[in-house]
């Protein structure tokens, strides 16, 4: 089957924009997991989701970050006035339902920020 | 403070030699460790994981000990081949106490792996 997607691949944006980045997780997935990484570092968690809420926003770096899962299925990472130090690789991650093999986190291909 | 520490931060090794990557960890709530590998472009995926209650855990040519009293754990890589050159992230994480779900992975910083034919 399919595994968890991302869009755009790449996304190239200026200075004080608003950008949304979106994650299609591994159908049936009820944990969705959104991490950063930067050049030459590990990922570093932002936020994850069990069904539509949000389980643990510990990671969000300040209030231009926010994200939805608004069905239970698809999330968007949404970034308002995106300043220099936002460009990463930003990975999204799903998991299955705890009992049914529930640990391992998919991930996807990322989408690589790039803010001018 | 860096939670999970890895070391060393490069490694070279021939075709068929073994690679030995280890990790720390502060945290002694951590109850689930896995190892991540990642190509260039691509995201992180799962190679082997281990929970604190067994000592060696192996799949493969990946052999995964862990050493709870030193709060360590390491992945051995036997007959390297040049396909596993690659990334290697060590990460750790608290299962949620009912469900067994997991929860945020901390990451370490990652190393280079080069196997040289």
């Known amino acids: 089957g399919a595994g968890v997607s991302q869009t755009p691949s790449n996304k190239v944006t200026e200075k004080g924009k608003y950008v949304e980045l979106r994650c299609d997780p591994i159908?049936?997935?009820?944990?969705l997991y959104w991490y950063r990484q930067s050049l030459g570092q590990g990922p570093e968690f932002l936020i994850y989701f069990q069904g539509t809420g949000a389980a643990d926003d510990s990671g969000l770096p300040n209030d231009r970050f926010f994200a939805v899962r608004p069905e239970g299925s698809v999330s968007t990472l949404k970034i308002q006035r995106t300043e220099r130090g936002d460009s990463a690789v930003y990975l999204c991650?799903?998991?299955?339902?705890?009992?049914?093999?529930?640990?391992?986190?998919?991930f996807g291909p990322g989408t690589r920020l790039t803010v001018l | 403070q860096q939670q999970v520490k890895q070391s060393p931060q490069s490694l070279i090794v021939q075709k068929g030699g073994i690679s030995i990557i280890n990790c720390a960890y502060e945290n002694t709530a951590f109850d689930y460790f896995p190892w991540y590998q990642q190509f260039p472009g691509k995201g992180p995926a799962l190679l082997i994981a281990?929970?604190?209650?067994?000592s060696e855990k192996k799949e493969g040519r990946f052999t995964i000990s862990f050493n709870k009293s030193a709060k360590q754990f390491s992945l051995h890589i036997m007959d390297s081949q040049p396909g596993d050159s690659a990334t290697y992230f060590c990460a750790a994480s608290m299962l949620e106490p009912i469900s067994g779900a997991n929860s945020k992975l901390t990451f370490g910083k990652g190393i280079t792996l080069s196997v040289r034919p």
């Open positions: 991650a799903s998991s299955p339902r705890a009992g049914s093999g529930g640990n391992e986190q998919f």
């Open positions: 159908s049936g997935h009820t944990a």
């Open positions: 281990i929970r604190p209650d067994v």
